[in-house]
């Protein structure tokens, strides 16, 4: 007779200490922090080269092009800045209502494991493996 595979992977372990939270918690502040910085920091460059653009009527067609390029790249830095901070947001209010590390999709435990190496992650892996298929 076959030793039976334990099917049951401990869901126990999804219960997240006070410390275990206030871990995360600190660490999801501080990359909120360091995201506004550089939220700050791409949208005075952005100003810069929309200001620059302003009064570039000597300015060559290649060199408008650049700048144009430029300010395209920095606005998408700025909005994924902005959608990374929304994220922290909504991982932080999950902490504070006791939702944290439950999947969004399908409501099962996310991995310890997945959630302090992606601390803002809202979906378990399968959901997340399923959602990036689609
Ligand atoms: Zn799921």
Same mark, same amino acid.
């Given at each position: 007779?076959?030793?039976?595979?334990?099917?049951?992977?401990?869901?126990?372990?999804?219960?997240?200490?006070?410390?275990?939270?206030?871990?995360?918690?600190?660490?999801?502040?501080?990359?909120?922090?360091?995201?506004?910085?550089?939220?700050?920091?791409?949208?005075?460059?952005?100003?810069?080269?929309?200001?620059?653009?302003?009064?570039?009527?000597?300015?060559?067609? =290649?060199?408008?092009?650049? &700048?144009?390029? #430029? $300010? %395209?790249?920095? @606005?998408?830095?700025?909005?994924?800045?902005?959608?990374?901070?929304?994220?922290?947001?909504?991982?932080?209010?999950?902490?504070?209502?006791?939702?944290?590390?439950?999947?969004?999709?399908?409501?099962?435990?996310?991995?310890?494991?997945?959630?302090?190496?992606?601390?803002? =992650?809202?979906?378990?892996? &399968?959901?997340? #493996? $399923? %959602?990036?298929? @689609?």
């Amino acid at each position: 007779m076959p030793a039976k595979k334990s099917t049951s992977s401990s869901a126990a372990s999804a219960k997240w200490t006070k410390t275990e939270l206030n871990a995360i918690k600190k660490e999801l502040q501080e990359e909120y922090e360091r995201l506004q910085e550089e939220l700050a920091t791409t949208e005075s460059d952005i100003a810069q080269l929309v200001s620059d653009s302003g009064d570039g009527a000597g300015d060559d067609v =290649a060199d408008a092009g650049s &700048k144009t390029f #430029e $300010r %395209e790249q920095e @606005m998408s830095i700025a909005d994924n800045a902005r959608d990374l901070m929304d994220q922290v947001e909504k991982a932080l209010a999950k902490i504070d209502d006791g939702s944290y590390g439950i999947c969004e999709s399908c409501g099962g435990a996310i991995v310890k494991a997945r959630l302090r190496a992606f601390p803002r =992650a809202t979906l378990c892996i &399968k959901c997340k #493996e $399923r %959602e990036e298929r @689609m």
